[in-house]
């Protein structure tokens, strides 16, 4: 499947600990986008590269951080977690920095107890 | 700052009736809109955008600058339409802004 992949799929942790999630554009994509939705909340932006490059940042918390490695692929790291980050956290990709249309990952659920 | 709502969580309809899904963006500048839609155990994809002006299983949208409104319409409505859809602003800094989602559920 050349589609965009996410790993884990589903993950459950523990307050106060760190975990990193990964993400593979398709093939040629250049962008990365994360994005997390929270119950009733939606899709919320979180960060975008580039090619290697910070793009654009939405909400992303300090405690969260992430970048985009010399192959494109992407991770995201949520340290110090809380509760209120247990989510769905998804990875999209497109060819070209905006206005694309955005591929979409299956998404890594979070669960933090 | 750019904007996306939509303002109903859930719309019901009854299959063959029509379809609106209502979107409405804030942004200064001059904006790239988006439909995406994920049906059940599939991914988010991409329904259709404003720039293409097309009509994609039987849904279209137009982009209203006035009302800054960019809402799907389909004229009768299928059972298999039944999904989450998300508008999608693409405005300044390449930031992509999805609104909350409408779940559509076409009743038999």
């Known amino acids: 499947d050349s589609g965009v992949t996410q790993t884990p799929k589903h993950l459950i942790t523990a307050t106060g600990q760190r975990v990193t999630l990964r993400c593979s554009p398709r093939?040629?994509?250049?962008?990365v986008y994360w994005y997390q939705q929270s119950l009733d909340q939606g899709l919320q932006f979180l960060i975008q590269?580039?090619?290697?490059?910070?793009?654009a940042k939405g909400n992303i918390l300090e405690r969260f951080s992430a970048q985009q490695f010399p192959d494109l692929h992407s991770e995201l790291n949520l340290s110090s977690l809380e509760l209120g980050d247990s989510a769905l956290y998804f990875c999209?990709?497109?060819?070209?920095?905006?206005?694309?249309?955005?591929?979409f990952g299956e998404g890594s659920r979070l669960t933090v107890l | 700052a750019q904007r996306v709502t939509q303002p109903e969580k859930l719309l019901s309809v009854f299959k063959g009736a029509p379809v609106e899904l209502k979107c409405n963006y804030s942004?200064?500048?001059?904006?790239?809109l988006f439909w995406y839609v994920q049906y059940s155990r599939q991914r988010l994809q991409l329904l259709l955008r404003?720039?293409s002006r097309e009509s994609i299983k039987g849904f279209t949208a137009d982009l209203n600058k006035g009302e800054t409104s960019f809402h799907l319409k389909k004229p009768f409505a299928q059972e298999e339409d039944s999904a989450m859809y998300y508008c999608?602003?693409?405005?300044?800094?390449?930031?992509?802004?999805f609104g909350t989602g409408t779940k559509l559920q076409v009743i038999p």
């Open positions: 999209a990709s497109s060819v070209g920095q905006a206005g694309w249309e955005l591929f």
């Open positions: 093939s040629g994509d250049l962008s």
């Open positions: 590269y580039y090619n290697g490059e910070e793009r």
């Open positions: 942004y200064s500048g001059s904006p790239e």
């Open positions: 404003h720039i």
């Open positions: 999608a602003l693409v405005g300044g800094y390449q930031k992509v802004t």
